[in-house]
């Protein structure tokens, strides 16, 4: 995310100097759409709200799995306590 959002900068300062969106999407050795998508989740961010986005996410997705793993734990409780096995 850090990355992202110095490469957003770099491509904000490069297009306020005049250049193209094409060449400095070549520079930057992104495409058109991977530009968009950055920056419509990272624009505006500094890179230290970008990591703890990230951070979050990691967590997040940690939380649903411990939550399905859970679920899955009770099924097979309920199962083996209905005597279907």
């Known amino acids: 995310p850090e ?3 110095k490469k957003l900068r770099d ?3 490069m297009l306020n100097s005049g250049k193209e969106l094409a060449a ?5 050795e ?3 759409q991977t530009y968009y998508r950055w920056k419509n989740q990272y624009g505006g ?3 230290s709200e970008a990591r703890r ?3 979050l996410e990691d967590e997040n997705r940690k ?4 939550v ?5 734990d009770i099924k097979m409780l309920k199962h083996i306590s209905e005597g279907n096995w």
């Open 3 to 5: 990355q992202i959002v």
């Open 45 to 47: 961010m500094k890179s």
């Open 63 to 66: 939380l649903k799995e411990i």
């Open 30 to 32: 992104i495409s058109e």
């Open 11 to 13: 491509a904000d300062a």
């Open 68 to 72: 399905a793993e859970q679920q899955l």
């Open 53 to 55: 986005l990230k951070d």
């Open 24 to 28: 400095v999407l070549q520079s930057l």
